[in-house]
T-cell receptor
Framework: GQQLNQSPQSMFIQEGEDVSMNCTSS?????WLWYKQDPGEGPVLLIA?????ELTSNGRLTAQFGITRKDSFLNISASIPSDVGIYFC???????????FGEGTQLTVNP | DVKVTQSSRYLVKRTGEKVFLECVQD?????MFWYRQDPGLGLRLIYF???????EKGDIPEGYSVSREKKERFSLILESASTNQTSMYLC?????????????FGSGTRLTVV
């Protein structure tokens, strides 16, 4: 199947720092999504992006859909301890089609 | 509160056992999915279903089968469990035409095969 390369694989930061992670693909996607998985839970949707070049914010989170349709990034500003978890990017070709997930970024925030 | 419920949070099974992982959703969703999650590999799709009695292979179907006899229930079956099937298993559902942003995940079943 298609591959999504997500980086970094893990991050250890201090509370208050900004965080950036990204996802690249060898193929085009028409929708990019970012999920967060809290310890012991399933992933929950954070942000969805539907247009190339789109920049979307959700509180302290900002995500962008790359112009080439082959990449996306997620920024978290002023991190707090509850930001700890695994962040996944996901790409989708068409509405209703299956998602392809990245490998995940494990985020640790030190108080 | 709408949700996807996986029957067990933790399971320990012996090599060669037949294992059933159950998933039930109460949102009347058409689509249901089974993923396995391994460190550094992300979420990999095992099987999915777009309707009752329908099933499609995902990226890693070998060693697994599924059953969807009712719309709300999607079962993952390990015909003969092996140690390399030790993993976290996640079930998800979505409405037919809402795609990725309609995915709702269960809390996962951590399976250990000894």
């Amino acid at each position: 199947g298609q591959q999504l390369n997500q980086s970094p694989q893990s991050m250890f930061i201090q509370e208050g720092e900004d965080v950036s992670m990204n996802c690249t693909s060898s193929s085009i996607f028409n929708t990019w999504l970012w999920y967060k998985q809290d310890p012991g839970e399933g992933p929950v949707l954070l942000i969805a992006l539907y247009k190339a070049g789109e920049l979307t914010s959700n509180g302290r989170l900002t995500a962008q859909f790359g112009i080439t349709r082959k990449d996306s990034f997620l920024n978290i500003s002023a991190s707090i301890p509850s930001d700890v978890g695994i962040y996944f990017c996901a790409g989708q070709l068409a509405s209703g089609s299956r998602l392809t997930f990245g490998e995940g970024t494990q985020l640790t925030v030190n108080p | 509160d709408v949700k996807v419920t996986q029957s067990s949070r933790y399971l320990v099974k012996r090599t060669g056992e037949k294992v059933f992982l159950e998933c039930v959703q109460d949102m009347d969703h058409e689509n249901m999915f089974w993923y396995r999650q391994d460190p550094g590999l992300g979420l990999r799709l095992i099987y999915f279903s777009y309707d009752v009695k329908m099933k499609e292979k995902g990226d890693i179907p070998e060693g697994y089968s599924v059953s969807r006899e009712k719309k709300e229930r999607f079962s993952l079956i390990l015909e003969s469990a092996s140690t390399n099937q030790t993993s976290m298993y996640l079930c998800a559902s979505s409405p037919q035409h809402r795609g990725g942003y309609g995915y709702t995940f269960g809390s996962g079943t951590r399976l250990t095969v000894v």
